[in-house]
């Protein structure tokens, strides 16, 4: 079992800056490939960035350049550094963790944190 808590969400200027963090407790963190999702009203919830166990990163084509993923395994944390904040970006910012990328890739995985909310006035 894994427990994921989320923080670092706010309101926010557009062009502003947020990093979100997600502690994870009750396994071994490094063993997990870990996930930010998000989630506007209305709308479908949207993988955004990956990282693996290893430290590769990919990011959904909206956010590069501007998102970047990073764990930090001795403190069982994964952060979003979010820069050049865009009114669209608004959104519940959920991460979430799976032995199997493949699972995160897909929307299923294993974990979820409980979201933070991320709101960017324009």
């Known amino acids: 079992q894994v427990q994921l808590v989320e923080s670092g969400g706010g309101l926010v200027q557009a062009g502003g800056s947020l990093r979100l963090s997600c502690a994870a407790s009750?396994?071994?963190?490094?063993?997990?490939?870990m996930g930010w999702y998000r989630q506007a009203p209305g709308k479908q919830r949207e993988l955004v960035a990956t990282i693996t166990v290893g430290g590769s990163t990919n990011y959904v084509d909206s956010v590069k350049g501007r998102f970047t993923i990073s764990r930090d395994n001795a403190k069982n944390t994964v952060y979003l550094q979010i820069n050049s904040l865009k009114p669209e970006d608004t959104a519940v910012y959920y991460c979430a963790a799976d032995r199997l990328m493949a699972a995160v890739f897909r929307r299923t995985p294993a974990y979820w944190g409980q979201g933070t909310q991320v709101t960017v006035s324009s």
């Open positions: 009750g396994s071994i963190f490094s063993f997990y490939d």
